[in-house]
């Protein structure tokens, strides 16, 4: 079993001070990492990226622990398309558990719309734990896959930002996680302990989310202008809050016993409380929608 205390990326941008630098002089975008192996799980990845294009991302490690740790980095850039650079590193423990990170630029130009940042988190055994998974792009995607059969990787904060970016992952276990995207759609499927945060502005969310030790959780579910499709596949207690503004907003839920009150009608849209049980507090489901219709099935 291998860990990572702290990773922590975080770029630099360095131009050169000659007077006899072009103009077009490449912008060199540093990116340190540095490992700690004292614990037997990944603690804690961030990763930022501004997308600049002719950039070399390189990544430095320092390991201060156990030698007997294999760490990998390297770039690889397209002869054919300097400008499409591809960054990777992956980190190996003695059990053969592998995590792939991978930081894709595909421009071709500076401030080019197809420039994208892939981020993509592997662990094809399943024994790595994520403490925290912190991802913020401006024009990206993540994707988050387990390949292992024994069990799922278990994240204890997910927490994924991106401006033109999306987000497809299988089923995901962890604490707490905040997805937030603008104009990309949400597909994703998670074991949720104390709460999970779904927002998308122009696009669609799809989710389907199971609670578990479900005292005072929530699922706060957030579209501007897309359709919301959740379901509910386990019990829970806590806040379920359902918001969109064009769209259609269904839930369905299969595990629970609810008691539905409709306590407010509004001219385009709805808003439902319900306690799903008088013994226990904070317990409500909140839809609101402005301009579509609300489906709701309970079995």
Do not use: C
């Amino acid at each position: 079993m291998f860990g990572i205390d702290h990773l922590d990326v975080h770029p630099t941008k360095e131009l050169s001070k000659d007077k006899h630098t072009p103009k077009k002089q490449k912008i060199l975008e540093r990116v340190k990492a540095t490992a700690k192996f004292p614990t037997a799980q990944v603690k804690r990845i961030i990763i930022f990226s501004e997308l600049w294009i002719d950039v070399d991302v390189t990544f430095g490690f320092d390991r201060l622990e156990r030698d007997n740790i294999k760490v990998i980095s390297g770039i690889y850039q397209n002869p054919d398309s300097p400008n499409k650079v591809k960054s990777n590193f992956t980190v190996t423990g003695m059990d053969g558990v592998t995590l792939n990170l991978l930081l894709e630029n595909q421009s071709e130009k500076l401030g080019d719309a197809s420039a994208k940042a892939v981020v993509d988190v592997r662990v094809p055994r399943g024994y790595s734990d994520l403490e925290t998974l912190l991802i913020y792009t401006k024009q990206g995607s993540f994707k988050y896959d387990e390949t292992s059969l024994n069990r799922l990787p278990y994240v204890t904060n997910l927490h994924y930002e991106s401006s033109l970016g999306k987000l497809k992952s299988k089923l995901v276990k962890a604490s707490t996680a905040i997805i937030k995207t603008k104009a990309n759609s949400i597909d994703t499927a998670f074991y949720v302990e104390k709460g999970v945060t779904l927002q998308t502005y122009d696009a669609n969310i799809t989710s389907r989310i199971f609670l578990q030790n479900a005292d005072n959780s929530y699922v706060d579910v957030r579209a501007k202008n897309g359709s919301i499709d959740v379901s509910m596949l386990s019990k829970y207690s806590g806040l379920i809050g359902l918001r969109a503004f064009k769209g259609s907003t269904r839930i369905v839920d299969r595990g629970t016993n609810m008691n539905f009150e409709l306590n407010e009608a509004k001219t385009r849209g709805y808003v439902f409380n319900t306690n799903l049980n008088p013994k226990q507090t904070n317990s409500s489901i909140l839809l609101e929608n402005n301009e579509g219709p609300i489906s709701l099935q309970f079995s």
